[in-house]
């Protein structure tokens, strides 16, 4: 793929905060008390600079938790014994400090002396909070929008009642239409210059980036309102989208900065190849991986200890033989030591992820992939929706496309890894292979449509796997059509439909947190968005 990535940082995240947060240190209740009561002296794009250096992927403890067993990507052979309400608070303590940020920064643009000069930069802007607030309600449901990050504007604002999700996606789709339709070529615009640390200032790159954000959140809402959804989709396909080869993130290489993913994974080992991937990756159970056919299943999982491909089962039973490491001290395949031994650090019976891939700071945090909008077209073109007719040839050409881009991005990160010794994927895979993969009876796009359906969405998944939030997304507006297999009564990402608000909100905005829950902060509620 190309990388459109977010070319340099141009404020540290510490002076950013600085800059426009009088006390990054303060409690999250803080954000909805009168936080905003002081002195802006940051001036627009600093501002700009502060919403985009909150783009960075926060709740990796997240992943590893719960949002790997709840999609099924992997399987934990034992409870993470951490608490949910405990990890959600850092998602949306960035989200309202950004919002806040992107706030002020409208104010100052709108009081400009010819505020139409900065049409742009406006519009950079309302790309960057539309999508972080996309993201954010599909991942709690209802959320404070319309009254939130405006404190600055007095105490009326201090306790932001929570809007309903139809109505911020709504507002955000639109907002994503406006950004698109308005970034402008013309001369008299400001530029950030510096500042713009994103796209460089690159007009077409943004008019992408929205216009691709417009048709994956169109497809989310699409079984919920379907009438707004195909407009949306009937549109987009018209307009500039990401293509194959391009994909839009945060590339640390190109930032000489580092990204630790590592972390999530050793605070416990118990993440394992599952057995719902497995079953979608290799066509046998031989522990020599003479079943494998996924070009991409070497690359995010490795044998176990003994050098033997075990997945753990999604839904264990009493016959399950156990984990052997047990989480004990020395029995961690994720141990930074094996960076340079390749050696298994102890024992342990399945076959965990990849420790190049766990370990490696260079991985880019990805918003929104060309792979994905191919295989969004392509369920587009399955499905006959969004104002065009199903075609199968078409819709096989989009899925052919997103599998290929998937699997050559992937060969492509692992190849130029800095950690990877053993096994290090060639720079591209060959021709013949990619062949070989999607000749594969479990990969050759199938003649039934439904049947091409379960297809599509199988390796939008799997393409997704870098991106657990948009692969739980993916499941959920789906009805639960990706992999997946019933899951123990005990498991504890059980049913888990949504996370719940930061303890802090329940005292720090009770009432319009009460009204939102009716007391009960239930993570199996569906969000609006779910079927």
Same mark, same amino acid.
């Given at each position: 793929m190309k990388s459109l990535y977010i070319k340099r940082i141009g404020l540290p995240f510490v002076l950013a905060c600085s800059l426009t947060i009088s006390s990054c240190e303060r409690d999250f209740g803080d954000i909805n008390e009168p936080w905003d009561n002081r002195v802006y002296s940051a001036k627009i794009p600093e501002l700009y600079n502060s919403v985009a250096n909150s783009m960075l992927e926060g709740?990796?403890?997240?992943?590893?938790?719960?949002?790997?067993?709840?999609?099924?990507?992997?399987?934990?052979?034992?409870?993470?014994?951490?608490?949910?309400?405990?990890?959600?608070? &850092?998602?949306?303590?960035?989200?309202?400090?950004?919002?806040?940020?992107?706030?002020? =920064?409208?104010e100052l643009i709108d009081a400009a002396p010819n505020p139409q000069s900065y049409t742009n930069i406006k519009a950079m802007l309302t790309t960057l909070i539309a999508f972080k607030t996309l993201k954010t309600t599909t991942l709690y449901g209802d959320i404070p929008y319309s009254e939130a990050g405006k404190s600055f504007l007095g105490a009326a604002y201090y306790r932001p009642a929570y809007d309903g999700q139809e109505s911020i996606f709504s507002a955000a789709l639109a907002d994503l239409k406006w950004a698109a339709d308005n970034l402008t070529d013309a001369s008299d615009q400001v530029s950030l210059g510096s500042y713009e640390t994103l796209l460089q200032d690159d007009l077409s790159l943004w008019v992408k980036f929205a $216009?691709?954000?417009?048709?994956?959140?169109? !497809?989310? !809402?699409?079984?919920?309102?379907? =009438? +707004?959804?195909?407009?949306?989709?009937?549109?987009?396909?018209?307009?500039?989208?990401? &293509?194959? #080869?391009?994909?839009?993130?945060?590339?640390?290489?190109r930032l *000489?900065?580092?990204?630790?993913?590592?972390?999530?994974?050793?605070?416990?080992?118990?993440?394992?190849?599952?057995? *719902?991937?497995?079953?979608? !990756?290799?066509?046998?159970n031989a522990v020599d991986g003479s079943g494998i056919f996924d070009l991409r299943a070497k690359i995010f999982f490795e044998p176990n200890s003994s050098g033997e491909w075990k997945p753990y089962p999604q839904t264990p039973s009493s016959n399950t033989v156990a984990e052997t490491d047990n989480g004990g001290a020395?029995?961690?395949?994720?141990?930074?030591?094996?960076?340079?031994?390749?050696?298994?650090?102890? $024992?342990?019976?399945?076959?965990?992820?990849?420790?190049?891939?766990?370990?490696?700071?260079?991985?880019?945090?990805?918003?929104?992939?060309?792979?994905?909008?191919s295989f969004l077209k392509a369920e587009i073109y399955n499905r006959g929706i969004g104002g065009v007719a199903a075609n199968a040839a078409t819709a096989q050409q989009f899925y052919n496309?997103?599998?290929?881009?998937?699997?050559?991005?992937?060969?492509?990160?692992?190849?130029?890894?800095?950690?990877? *010794?053993?096994?290090?994927?060639?720079?591209?895979?060959?021709?013949?292979?990619?062949?070989?993969?999607?000749?594969?009876? =479990?990969? +050759?796009?199938? =003649?039934?449509?439904?049947?091409?359906?379960?297809?599509?969405?199988? $390796?939008?998944?799997?393409?997704?796997?870098? $991106?657990?939030?948009?692969?739980?997304?993916?499941?959920?507006? *789906?009805? #639960?059509?990706?992999p997946q297999v019933p899951l123990a009564p005990t498991n504890e990402a059980l049913n888990l439909n949504r996370l719940t608000y930061p303890i802090a909100e329940n005292t720090s905005n009770h009432d319009n947190w009460l009204s939102a829950t009716g007391g009960s902060d239930d993570q199996t509620k569906k969000p609006w968005f779910m079927p």
């Open positions: 709740g990796r403890g997240i992943f590893s938790s719960f949002l790997y067993q709840r999609t099924q990507l992997a399987a934990n052979y034992a409870a993470s014994g951490f608490r949910l309400d405990n990890q959600v608070g &850092g998602i949306w303590e960035n989200y309202y400090f950004a919002l806040a940020d992107f706030r002020k =920064a409208i $216009q691709s954000l417009r048709l994956r959140y169109a !497809m989310v !809402m699409r079984e919920k309102n379907a =009438a +707004a959804a195909d407009a949306i989709i009937s549109e987009v396909l018209n307009q500039p989208l990401l &293509g194959p #080869d391009e994909y839009l993130g945060i590339d640390p290489v *000489t900065m580092e990204i630790n993913r590592g972390g999530s994974f050793r605070g416990n080992a118990y993440v394992r190849l599952g057995s *719902t991937i497995w079953n979608a !990756m290799s066509s046998s020395g029995n961690d395949p994720y141990a930074e030591v094996r960076l340079t031994t390749w050696e298994p650090a102890g $024992q342990y019976l399945y076959s965990p992820l990849n420790v190049y891939y766990v370990n490696d700071r260079t991985f880019p945090d990805l918003f929104i992939t060309g792979s994905e909008v496309e997103g599998i290929t881009s998937s699997v050559k991005f992937w060969y492509k990160l692992a190849n130029g890894s800095s950690v990877w *010794t053993v096994n290090r994927p060639a720079p591209a895979p060959s021709d013949a292979e990619l062949l070989t993969m999607l000749s594969n009876p =479990a990969v +050759a796009y199938s =003649a039934a449509p439904s049947e091409a359906l379960a297809q599509i969405y199988k $390796q939008h998944w799997i393409s997704l796997f870098h $991106q657990p939030f948009d692969a739980w997304t993916l499941q959920r507006r *789906t009805g #639960d059509a990706t």
